[in-house]
């Protein structure tokens, strides 16, 4: 079972039941400070987080990782510019770079490419894998036409995509993604923090569940997908 929280942004918090039968909890991209957050710093003192996931160095993606993996003892996870910094900071990092599967514990991680920049290293999105859901973050990014690979490769169950433009796709753009990646769940992230960035959910439904067999899950910040 996936229990995929949104924290707003493009924070997520998700508990999944990983292929040996062992439940993780991860965060990715936990910018908790965000506008739209529904947790504060100090909800995380003492649970137990076992991995962050971030995609890149930008403030609204790194966030608050190095201050949660610190409350927590979570590992940081992205790739090595990000983990060496990471560890500079004196925190657990598992480092690794856009490629091939990387086995953490029981859960299936690969870091894909992502269309974007970053100070440190090259900015990803990341797809995790338990025992019965893959779940695909794509960070922030444009869209670029390999996105059919990690449809075909990992077959997401869940994609997580940036619709609100300006810095990443828009809605346009998450639609094509949709088609290209072919997901069974989108949810749409990246949107409304900011002016610039204001897109309507909505619209992104209608056209990907008029196009493409996927359901949209809009959630707003603090409800939860539970998958299956
Ligand atoms: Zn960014």
Known sequence: MAIIKYLGHAAFEIVLTGLDGGEKTILIDPWIENPNSPV??????????????????????????IDIAKATGAKVVGIFEIALYAR?????????NIGGRLRIDDLYVVLTPAYHSSSRGAPTGVVVGGRDATIYHAGDTGLFAEMSFIGELYQPDIAMLPIGGHYTMGIREAVKAVQLIRPKIAIPMHYGTFPPIKADPEEFKKLVESTTPAKVAILKPGETLVYP
């Open 40 to 65: 504060k710093l100090d909800d995380y003192r003492g649970r137990r987080i076992d991995y962050i996931f971030v995609t890149h160095d930008h403030g609204d993606h790194l966030g608050n990782a």
């Open 88 to 96: 500079e900071k004196g925190v657990e990092t598992i480092d690794g």
